[in-house]
């Protein structure tokens, strides 16, 4: 099991941008395939963005050429690149991980088994 926490969330304007971070607790993501979730008011949880232990990148339609998953070069955080902010893109952002150990579709939330405690991100028009 490994502890996650984000940060990086706050008010900002449309078409602003904001970077989320998200920490392993004392460990190195390099072995685990890390995804960011968001949730809002009266809505289930959604797949963002997700980069699995190989490099691989994925993206929701919704974000795609807007935000940019990637790990650091120490393989200590992982980071949300939020550009072109909406006021749709308002909710609560998870991280969230899973060891190589499992496997199923990356944009799916059932396949994590690790959750951080969430950002609040809200953007205003």
């Known amino acids: 099991q490994v502890q996650l926490v984000e940060s990086g969330g706050e008010l900002v304007q449309a078409g602003g941008s904001l970077r989320l971070s998200c920490a392993a607790s004392?460990?190195?993501?390099?072995?685990?395939?890390m995804g960011w979730f968001r949730q809002a008011p009266g809505k289930e949880r959604e797949f963002v963005a997700a980069?699995?232990?190989?490099?691989?990148?994925y993206y929701a339609d919704s974000v795609k050429g807007r935000f940019t998953i990637s790990r650091d070069i120490a393989e200590i955080t992982v980071a949300l690149q939020m550009n072109g902010l909406k006021p749709e893109d308002t909710a609560v952002y998870y991280c969230?991980?899973?060891?190589?150990?499992?496997?199923?579709?990356?944009?799916?939330?059932?396949?994590?088994?690790?959750w951080g405690q969430g950002t609040q991100v809200t953007v205003s028009s």
């Open positions: 969230a991980a899973r060891p190589i150990t499992m496997s199923g579709n990356p944009k799916s939330f059932k396949n994590y088994n690790d």
């Open positions: 980069i699995s232990w190989t490099g691989n990148t």
């Open positions: 004392g460990r190195t993501v390099r072995s685990y395939t």
